[in-house]
């Protein structure tokens, strides 16, 4: 047993903290030469935990001749939490009067420090995996990291299921390459996840060593440790109920209905944060407190992913300093440090997991003796259900006397991700930018991580020749290639310094939508806005974005300047990502809470509160069992509407559209409009639809499951976007930038171009095969889709046909917004009733086609005055085939 | 999230060998002339015997694998058989190219330019007209064995300007162009497209499109590796989409 050393022991005494359990256990560990996983919320010491063995044993055992250099990789998703990290780090190193250099290297770090990193390395080295892939893409690599003695990746939990954090584990492998035979440790800080042992295994890598390869994975070496953190406060789910139900709307996302209520608890309290679940709300949320509220200016600030870096990091000061009551944020501050000011946390809307949930709640309640409470606000009524169902699964109090103990509690897993061929492929590149590699070495280190562990010898040739050629055709793509090899060294190296160039430009797996910077006319930015939302406003309009309302002056490359609007309102600024969708666990205690209401059990405030409604479904249709699947009809003046409640949340919902969709327009031609929902999905056709089991039944069937889906999704703009990320990756797209040298610009090309090329031209590329099987898992969750078919081909299958929309099926019908349109006519048949819209403003030129985007010089305040009928018929045309 | 999902239940067949039923030319009547609006986005002129193309592009290809981005060669040679579908479709004398007929200089890989050299020989009697655009300005004119007649826009011909570039009457007057145009105008360079919506809730649609306007006609980009930029028509003018094979008239609606 290894005790820390007295200097560890006595630095512990000197600030009054007391090592904790898992602390000790830590250490303990590390020194044995061991790799792991720490998993706890938020704070609770795991960084301590993890950076003191290296620190005990570098006082242990001093510096070993010639093994100066990097020793310690310290990788953080955050860019943000680096700076707080660093803080810490260094007050350890500092405290134990340990001579080690602790540095950041990120993005944002100079040039001329990053090249004395290189030259010079410090001790430590705080860094994220992009920067990390940088670092390996400089010729010099093996050296660097010759004596690294240990990995520690910060909020694995955060990197698991993304493409980053396979890019991590890629790194990582090659780093236990060039660190052998020094073994390497690597440990893992987390939250605890439903799956905390498979993210330890994916962290470390493959436990059986393969064949030829010389260093073995840490797993193998000697058992890796899983340890846990203690664990967390009590929490308390409260929610903030309207006073009687009857008014509160049966739907929307926003709703402001509550903001009296809102505002009071914020006064109430020290410091508040108010989390919502997208930017639009933030900013929404934010005007209107303000707005309610003009005497809390100055007091209430704004925090979101597309604010400029500079104004999120005044606002975490702000934070961390007291000196602010209240902070307007999304999942932007779910992450780092806890900002120890911070006495109440709200949650606008349901908070869709579990997980989620705690780690916000988590977020107050510093004092010693305090409670970590989350007050839910709903903003619809269903979402009193949500919350109440949340508070039982995460055994939260008040509970009701039957409810669970916090060891029972469940968390939602993060999935890994299987074979991405656009990481794989980005990473040869970057090994092949700095010292080469050779492929059948490469091919068993890749073979070590998780995400490739099951990489066929195919997928691999094929990415080989990716890089190599273009493809495996040999003289498809002439005159194309990334890397040589090299006859003399059977290593491949990159190609040209032009295309080395470009590629550490583009290093990385983060796909923003095209997104604009929005600047004042001195240059200062507020942060980013998508092209897509700018390009419908004309200068002159208002928009309110960074909580203050701004009025477009121009757009230039990709930034829009603008200027304080004098007016008070304007457009709230909309971003295109989705909203994550109810996980699995929330949404089996959601239908655990529809039973027992079923049953006339209502145990709690929010259920007691939401009691009428569920009557209301009641008696106009029903509260299904669970072992029913209940499905409305009904006939409203659009059409005829069926919906299917599977309360399983939002991406499978939509799944579950495209695939019915498909289904229905199939067994005979016709249109439809489907929306999906957290709790179903609306199917809507203006033909007659006759609603029976046995349409059900075939519509709704686990047989063909995919191949149907691979047809919707095949020829669909979901494949095409997704592709966009794989191809972004992979290297065929580069950012563009303001100022961008001519080089880059000629190389823009949208990514469905190269989606049509390579569908057309080489269908075998294995990027599009990785797109469309992205589709299935990410976009459409295929596996919990199938889960869900097969609960609802056992159950019993009860269709009402409803007078009414109903409580469950009005939010559907509302949500008018999110449709998605599907078709079984062909072109043919459907163009003569396309239309396309005129340009709006009127001008003296009659007749002169402009381009949508460039066209400001017509008055836009001309009225649509005489509006010219609806259908202008066409005339004169004739059609001849020519023979 | 997941936006429209589009179901075509017609595959496009976009080889480059002909398929055995001829695509669909739309004929139509506009500045007092006979013109034909071909699928594979062309215009055909039968009052001079010619067929107009514009931003053919050849070499785009080329110039991205130049760059480290792999980009199929193929698209040059689908691109060369369908220029020869249109020579035949058309019967023409003459072929127009309104502007980009190469791409860059760099693009001028050997086995594009082979290719093209080899199509060339193939039609050795037609006359070939470019009219050169931004891009050729860049890349260089063609090389003498292409034997293709290179001039400058506007280029006068059968009274209407042809241009790479169509400059609009609206704008301020430059030195290039001192009088007003009162002639018919055919240009390309915009790489048109329009957003199609089906007035009955279908999904809507992104297809390129001829534009005739009062005085002008706008062509769709020919080159396949090309991309595309939205326009939206004024009263009055003529819209044509190109999709699936066939060109269809579009109605316009006001907003």
Redesign the interface.
Known sequence: MVTPPQPIEDWFASNRWTPFEFQRETWRAYLEGRSGLVHAPTGMGKTLAVWLGPLAEELAHGSRAGSGGLRVLWITPLRALANDTLRNLRAAVDGLNIQWRVELRHGDTASSVRLRQRQKPPEALITTPESLSVLLSYPGASELFRNLRCAIVDEWHELLSTKRGVQTELALAHLRTLSAPQTMRTWGLSATLGNTEQAMRVLLGDSHPRRGHAHPSPLAQSEAVLIRGDAPKEIVVETILPDDIERFPWSGHIGLRLLDRVIAAVERARTTLIFTNVRSAAEIWFQAILKARPDLIGQVALHHGSLDRDIRQQVEQLLRDGRVKCVVCTSSLDLGVDFSPVDQVLQIGSPKGIARMMQRAGRSGHQPGAKSTVIGVPTMALEMIEFAAAREAAGAAPSSPSGKGRESVQVESRDPVDRPLDVLVQHMVTLASGDGFVADQLKDEVRMTHAFAHLSDREWQWCVD?VER??TAL????????ILRDEASDRYAV??K??ER??RMSIGTITSDSAMKVAFANGSTLGTIEEGFISRLRPGDRFVFAGRVLELLRTHNMTAFVRPAKQTSGLITRW???KAPLSTLLSDAIRRKFDEARRGVFDSIEMQLVRPLLDVQARWSRIPAPDETLIEATRTREGHHLYVFSFEGRLVN?GL??LV??RV?QREPR?V?VTGNDYGFELQT?KHLHVDEELLREILSTDRLVEDLLA?VN????AQ?QFREVARIA??LFPGFPGQPK?VR??Q??SS??YE??T???PGNLLLDQARREVLDR?LEVARMRRTLERIERSRLVIVHTEHLTPLSFPLWAESL?T?????????A???????????A????????????GDH?DARKST?GS??R?????A???????? | ???????????RD?RGESSCK?A??????WMNQQW?LLAEKALSWPAQRAAIVADVHFGKS??????????????TS?DLARLTHIVQ?TRCERLIVLGDLLH?RDGR???TMRAVRLWRDLHPSLHILLVRGNHDHDAGDPPADWRIECVDEPHSSGGVWLRHAHQ???DALTPAHPHRESRCVIAGH?H?C????????????RVPCF?F????I?LPAFG????T?????????R?F?V??N?V????????
């Open positions: 990716f273009g493809g003289t498809a793509y002439p005159q194309y290639s990334r190609s040209s032009a295309i470009m590629h295109g990502g989705a939509e559209c495209a969709a498909h327009t249109s409009q203006p919707c020829t669909s703009a979901l976007r290297g065929l080089s000629q190389l090309a949208s171009l190269f090329v390579f057309q031209f080489d976009e999110r998605q349109s599907v078709t079984s006519e062909s072109w043919s459907r163009v003569h009733r396309m239309v396309v819209e005129l340009e709006a009127a001008s003296a030129e009659v007749g002169e086609t402009r381009i949508h985007h010089g649509r509006k010219a609806n259908r202008k018929r066409v004169g045309t004739s059609r001849i085939k020519h023979g | 999230m997941l936006g429209q999902l589009l179901l075509c239940v017609s595959l976009l001829d669909d030319v739309l004929t139509i009547e034909g080329a110039a991205f694998r130049a760059r480290g981005v792999p980009v199929p060669e193929a698209t689908q479709q860059a890989g050997d086995a609009h009457s609206g915009v048109p329009v957003h199609v919506h089906d007035s009955e809730g279908g999904p809507s649609a534009v306007s009062q005085r002008s706008l396949s590796f090309t991309g930029h939205p326009v939206r028509p004024r009263a009055g003018d819209v989409a999709a699936h066939e269809s008239e579009i109605a316009t609606v006001a907003v």
